[in-house]
């Protein structure tokens, strides 16, 4: 019903504006007397201080999330990470023993692929960690530790507010890996809990884009394809913002790392075609940014239509943005928190413009249960 939805035509909507309180539910009570803590700990913190290589094996959004966790992750604690899908992980053979943590995505706590990634990471000795958002499910219950998010429950097959409380749990985990290992000062991890804790109102902020966002996915719904272009944690977010375009709107759509885009992606531009491009914030990441502006123009040049995702204030982009859409400054690594939102609304908007409905995507289920 109305109601139900909040007043809103699809679950979707309602769940993308519930993102800031999915996230303040996710943070509070993990920082405690100084301490990042996670809810249940069943690694001994001396083996969590050995830990020397960590996994994130999930699928789908859960899987983007991790691929921007590596960043924070390796940056924090020193550790190499790598980032699976379940599917691969766990017919490759991958290199695991007691010193490895596995972080195990799961909204749902019950995707085949994952559980049985699980159950093989910890067949070969590996420590186990679930960040899930079902309280009690079959992938925490098979875990050394686990980290819920509260996102609540999600209705929307396509995954948002999960996606970005999932985003907030993996970086308490590389915090309490930090703090485990010393990589990190007290007052770092303080800090950097501060940070994550401004972001609600960050996304509240964004939140404010959605008329325009809403505007600008009717302009575009008759496109042929959409592409995703994005560096560093940009670039998960491109492949973010492809995913929830191709499961609602039904359109072909790709993410691309933009320092790609000479071997290969540029071919496929041509007049009219819709290019999102996801700048990284002009102060904190200035190489990349200048880079990604010569990218836009390029791609301008060659007459697609270019919309781009900027840090409020940034002006540099403007004249190769055909529309741009800004987000508040936030530190680096935090700004998938921020940039996802508005590629949320245009997927849902091009998908109710084309009259898909939104909730319940053609061939799609909310927990792949099955291989
Ligand atoms: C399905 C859903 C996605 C979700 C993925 C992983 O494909 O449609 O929204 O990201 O499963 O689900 P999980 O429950 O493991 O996070």
């Known amino acids: 019903s109305a109601a139900e939805k909040g007043g809103h035509e699809y679950f979707m909507l309602k769940e ?34 050995e830990v020397d290589k960590v996994f994130v094996v999930a ?6 999330s991790g691929l921007v966790a590596k960043y924070a992750i390796e940056h924090w604690t020193r550790l190499p990470v790598e980032v699976e899908l379940a599917s691969e992980f766990r017919y490759r053979d991958p290199v695991l023993d007691r010193d490895t943590l596995v972080v195990a995505v799961s909204q749902s706590g019950e995707t085949a692929d ?13 420590r186990v960690l679930a960040v899930c958002n079902t309280n009690g499910a079959q992938i925490p219950r098979e875990s050394d530790a686990v980290l819920y998010t509260h996102a609540g429950p999600e209705i929307g097959v396509a995954s948002t507010k999960a996606f970005l409380a999932q985003i907030a749990a993996n970086f308490l985990v590389g915090l309490a890996l930090a703090q485990a290992r010393g990589t990190k000062y007290p007052d770092e991890v303080a800090r950097e809990f501060h ?50 375009l191709k499961e609602l709107a039904y359109m072909h759509a790709e993410g691309f790392a933009a320092g790609e885009l ?28 200048s880079k990604l502006v010569s990218n836009i123009s390029e791609i301008q040049a060659r007459g ?17 943005a ?44 909310k927990s792949v249960t099955v291989e």
């Open 16 to 49: 993308i504006e519930e993102q800031p309180a999915a996230l303040e539910n996710t943070l509070r009570g993990h920082f405690t007397d100084g301490r990042i803590v996670l809810d249940e700990q069943r690694i001994a913190e001396q083996d969590l201080r």
């Open 59 to 64: 699928c789908g959004s859960a899987y983007h």
């Open 114 to 126: 994952t559980l049985e990634a699980v159950r093989h990471a910890r067949g070969q000795r590996a």
């Open 195 to 244: 940070e994550l804790c401004a972001m609600p109102d960050a996304v509240r902020k964004v939140l404010g884009t959605n008329d325009q966002v809403r505007a600008l996915g009717r302009e575009v719904a008759d496109a042929k394809a959409v592409l995703f272009l994005g560096r560093h944690v940009g670039y998960p977010v491109a492949l973010e913002g492809a995913l929830k």
């Open 262 to 289: 000479k071997h290969g992606p540029i071919a496929l531009i041509e007049p009219g075609l819709p290019v999102v491009v996801v700048m990284p914030s002009p102060k904190g990441r200035a190489v990349l940014h």
């Open 304 to 320: 697609a239509r270019t919309i781009v995702i900027a840090e409020e204030g940034d002006e540099t982009v403007l004249p190769f």
């Open 322 to 365: 055909d529309t741009l859409i800004t987000v508040p400054a936030v530190p680096t690594l935090l700004q998938p928190l921020v940039s996802t939102v508005p590629l949320q609304v245009l997927a849902a908007e091009i998908a109710r413009a084309r009259g898909y409905d939104v909730d319940k995507p053609r061939n799609l289920a």
